[in-house]
């Protein structure tokens, strides 16, 4: 494993594990501490889904490296780009769960700026696939052009679909919230082609 | 050491880790800081309790993934859905903590969710393991059938336990919380087989 | 990798993630939540600046780790000092963030100890690379002398600029901002000679 | 680098980095933000003591690894209690930071459980070794017996300082810090025999 997939997997791992800290102990709960943690479903709706975008994100991260030879300097930065949006997930996370019950304008905004960040995400992670596989630059030679092209679809329809979960975000945060999980469903699916998970 | 691997420590060490900010210092303590600090032994308890659950899940995970051979994807979602539940251990802990010497319902709930975490945990787990060993899916031939059967036991018996001490949560929550002390100490006693650890 | 490294990567990890704990969620929002979030620009600036600076220094160490051949005792605390100011920074970042608004003298001294914090990081860097490179000391047969003095120049260079925007910053906050986040583009930049990276 | 190793790595690189937390940003100083950041001293000192506390005792356990041969199950469980007292010692950290300045009992309460830890965590570390190292059980063959007796002696030496500590605590807290600063420095210093640090 090289120190670059190490960091990363560094950056995806606390970033996974810092969103529980979105999700506090209710204080003073007036009609009982049951009913108090029913109440702040958002934040564990908004936990669930943040956690597994991550966790598939790491997943794909992973298929994307598996395929790579070598990384050069522009890759790092884009690499780094990447992890600045996994690593700032926890904060749109806990503005969707503490504005989610709201209605109102604040909702749709703190819904934007979630979907905002998961376009971003999106953006990052399909020019680190395009930069590292335009021309070859940096894969090895296990994919057939094919195989780059079907990855390319995949790895680039995420970022168009956040846009319109952003839109959508304009109208219902919940029903954003669910696009946004969908996606995830999406990519949790296998890619129907050669991406085998080596363990050992 | 695999990138799952790899992430699954990361998850790990950083819930573990974490658990601590859990425990807060006393602000204006009107009968002297150390009666203060007696007062919320339950925050130390759970701490405990749960730094070793954490521990001894590491230790069951890593002898899990010594014995497979390769993973693929739906094991690697069931994994996520255990480290989602490890990562979320901080929040009731948390939360029983701070309930805990409430008495009256506020201090059931906390721990019957506290126990509840506990049990999904321990189904996560216990699917982890027999998604890997059914037929002997993703294992290599270190273990013979006895082997495999023992190991079963061991791995799925938690779960029940677990839905047990949800029961005992809603009598009692120290005695919510000792049952779990209890079944982590089973845990960390050897396996009566063949499970050395090697380091190197 | 070296368990030096391993640590250290992990400190930078850590860090580089924990940044985003300083973004906090506007709470009672008058104007509406879309102006407070706006209003809070100087988070996001300075997660930024301090995100990419922790990341740079993180491929910056990986360069000077690449041409290591040996670490001994002294080495070891030189890059304990480093991850001290790398493990802090997460502070000042905060601290930036907190006054950059408030102007007056509190926005000032909030600059200074920023650039504070990266002027000691740069001194521990320069002593990093200054310790293992002279005489060769802890370097492999892998650079020529020329090139060990263009990496002293490279890796010398940023404590005293560093210096510099602490002066910037008892007369203008965001522009000592500006000049940090000037300074960690020239280190982003590739540094002309033979420090390729490897990934596998 | 072994599965042990590097999920104690991991806690000991979460819980120095976790320490930065325990530095508040001062919230409406009345005197300006600089006098209110210099009368945070203790935050500062007792930070810079805990940092190189747990670096040290990073390095010494990378040195006790280093001679193992293989770890067993009781390995394993006291490692996790040395674990326990490294990944709790940003609260003492914290609660040392807070009282330091407040003078009379709490001050000295304070300092009590902050070298309470230190001793428990200086006894978890010798009974590492010394488990380790009895009848050679856990070694290989790289030490010879007095140097065995010499990292014995190096090794179980701190837990009854850090016990003296405790006393010095109910005298003065900051000759109880200055103390455990001082023992971290002796750790910090070679051994004077064979443990060099092998980095790749």
Redesign the interface.
Known sequence: ???????S?????????????E?H?PED?GN???QA?LDQWPAYAS??VS??VI?II??NH?AV?DH??????PL??IN?LL??FV?????PT??LA??MQEGG??ER??AV?YSGTMTGMGLAFGALWTYASRHGRLLGETLSPPEVQRLTRRFTVGAPIYLLSMLVALVSAPACLALNALLAVYY?L?SGGAM?????
């Open positions: 494993m090289s120190r670059i997939e190490a960091f997997d560094g950056v995806f791992a606390i970033a996974i594990t810092l969103l529980v800290l999700i102990v709960p009982g501490l049951g943690l936990y669930i956690f597994f966790g790491w997943v992973h490296f790579l030879q070598r990384a050069d300097r790092l930065f780094l992890l600045l690593a700032v997930l926890p904060f806990n503005l503490t504005y304008a604040d905004v703190a700026v949790a296998p085998p998970h080596r363990i050992a």
